[in-house]
T-cell receptor
Framework: GQNIDQPTEMTATEGAIVQINCTYQTSGFNGLFWYQQHAGEAPTFLSYNVLDGLEEKGRFSSFLSRSKGYSYLLLKELQMKDSASYLCAVRDQGNQGGKLIFGQGTELSVKP | DTAVSQTPKYLVTQMGNDKSIKCEQNLGHDTMYWYKQDSKKFLKIMFSYNNKELIINETVPNRFSPKSPDKAHLNLHINSLELGDSAVYFC??????????????FGDGTRLSIL
């Protein structure tokens, strides 16, 4: 079956670093995506990994290990506006039939 | 200069009615999607169209019928609305180049409430 797991909630302090983990078991794999979703808004794309390793984009980095079915999103220098839900999603195929399978999201609260 | 726009943003209606949600993208993408996000925040794919052709049709009741008049538009018509249809429906689009996984861009969502 298709299964994507991530913690339901996390709390961190402004200025700190937080790591949000995601493990997946899917029938196929063609990339892992991270999205940010503020309450009542659309998911917005943050980062994606196709190959193993670390992808860095400013304060956000994402890591992938395909052999372990594992990814994490690292957020540095946390700001209050980073309080949001972070969605991990796996694309299951490389052709046009490939679809994104989402985890339930991790609700991150950033405290002063 | 909205990239993916969907209307209406809010839709409140009674059980048994038929309603439509419209989606348009101006990104030049060739693939469009409909997702349903339930009260537990799970985003689940419903349909995908590539150049007006249905590619993905997940296990969705046939009361839901997508229509793509051209590759920039993907509308969703829902017949005989039920209480369980209450959710946020997101439209998305992406440009698929063979096996390259490119990110999907989402619209702002349509909040459907069934009374």
């Amino acid at each position: 079956g298709q299964n994507i797991d991530q913690p339901t909630e996390m709390t961190a302090t402004e200025g700190a670093i937080v790591q949000i983990n995601c493990t997946y078991q899917t029938s196929g794999f063609n990339g892992l995506f991270w999205y940010q979703q503020h309450a009542g808004e659309a998911p917005t794309f943050l980062s994606y990994n196709v190959l193993d390793g670390l992808e860095e984009k400013g304060r956000f980095s994402s890591f992938l290990s395909r052999s372990k079915g594992y990814s994490y999103l690292l957020l540095k220098e946390l700001q209050m506006k980073d309080s949001a839900s972070y969605l991990c999603a796996v694309r299951d195929q490389g052709n046009q039939g490939g679809k994104l399978i989402f985890g339930q999201g991790t609700e991150l609260s950033v405290k002063p | 200069d909205t990239a993916v726009s969907q209307t209406p943003k809010y839709l409140v209606t009674q059980m048994g009615n038929d309603k439509s949600i419209k989606c348009e993208q101006n990104l030049g993408h060739d693939t469009m999607y409909w997702y349903k996000q339930d009260s537990k925040k799970f985003l689940k794919i419903m349909f995908s169209y590539n150049n007006k052709e249905l590619i993905i049709n997940e296990t969705v009741p046939n009361r839901f019928s997508p229509k793509s008049p051209d590759k920039a538009h993907l509308n969703l018509h829902i017949n005989s609305l039920e209480l369980g249809d209450s959710a946020v429906y997101f439209c998305a689009s992406s440009q698929d180049f063979g096996t390259d996984p490119l990110p999907q861009h989402f619209g702002d969502g349509t909040r459907l409430s069934i009374l």
